[in-house]
């Protein structure tokens, strides 16, 4: 089955810098990628996914980069805010999804 | 209606009791999930329908027992739970089943298990 690694575990940034969380999986026929953002007691709230047939997606400050060949994927915040800090999840679907371990990223004002 | 409902937000139960958490929506989507998430971890898959049938256990204990009695609702229902099953449980639907199917997850139900 699928196995989706996620680094790093833990990630703590100034607010206005950039963050980057990587993920690696192992099934080359997982074809959607989709993150999760979940902020305490709340539940995970999809903010940007990518498909198999596209290397590159944005939206707005966030950006998601797909490496088919080398089966990772990252997730891109720019200019950081303090309403980012939520513990983010990536995930890889083939026939059901599976989920990162999650980063918990906390901004710094 | 573009969410997804869980009812009820938080449950304590004693391990002898039976209860039942609830799950809806009204996006017309065809596949159904329930996952489980304990603290600082990922959401584990329990189950899934598609069309109302049962399509993926994921070697749920037996104490654990599915229903999807219509397309847009979804049940579980507990009986004889450990404390080690304290958590919470996420439900989440999708247009349909398989890859490439986003899912939108419902509040989730806080369940303490004594």
């Known amino acids: 089955g699928e196995n989706v690694e996620q680094h790093p575990s833990t990630l703590s940034v100034q607010e206005g810098d950039s963050a980057v969380i990587k993920c690696t999986y192992s099934d080359s026929a997982s074809n959607y990628f989709p993150w999760y953002k979940q902020e305490l007691g709340k539940r995970p709230q999809l903010i940007i996914d990518?498909?198999?047939?596209?290397g590159e997606k944005k939206d707005q400050r966030i950006a998601v980069t797909l490496n088919k060949t080398a089966k990772h994927f990252s997730l891109h915040i720019t200019e950081t805010q303090p309403e980012d800090s939520a513990v983010y999840f990536c995930?890889?679907?083939?026939?059901?999804?599976?989920f990162g371990a999650g980063t918990r990223l906390t901004v710094k004002p | 209606d573009t969410e997804v409902t869980q009812t009820p937000k938080h449950l304590v139960m004693g391990m002898t009791n039976k209860k039942s958490l609830k799950c809806e929506q009204h996006?017309?989507?065809?596949?159904m999930y329930w996952y489980k998430q304990k603290a600082k971890k990922p959401p584990e898959l329990m189950f899934v329908?598609?069309?109302?049938?049962?399509?993926i256990n994921e070697s749920v204990p037996s104490r654990f027992s599915p229903e999807c009695p219509n397309s847009s609702l979804l049940n579980l229902h507990l009986h004889a739970l450990q404390p080690e099953d304290s958590a919470l449980y996420l439900c989440?639907?999708?247009?349909?089943?398989?890859?490439?199917?986003?899912?939108?997850f419902g509040p989730g139900t806080r369940l303490l298990v004594l």
């Open positions: 996006m017309g989507h065809r596949a």
């Open positions: 995930a890889a679907s083939n026939h059901d999804m599976r």
């Open positions: 329908y598609s069309y109302e049938k049962l399509s």
């Open positions: 990518i498909r198999s047939n596209v």
């Open positions: 989440a639907s999708s247009q349909n089943l398989g890859g490439g199917e986003t899912q939108y």
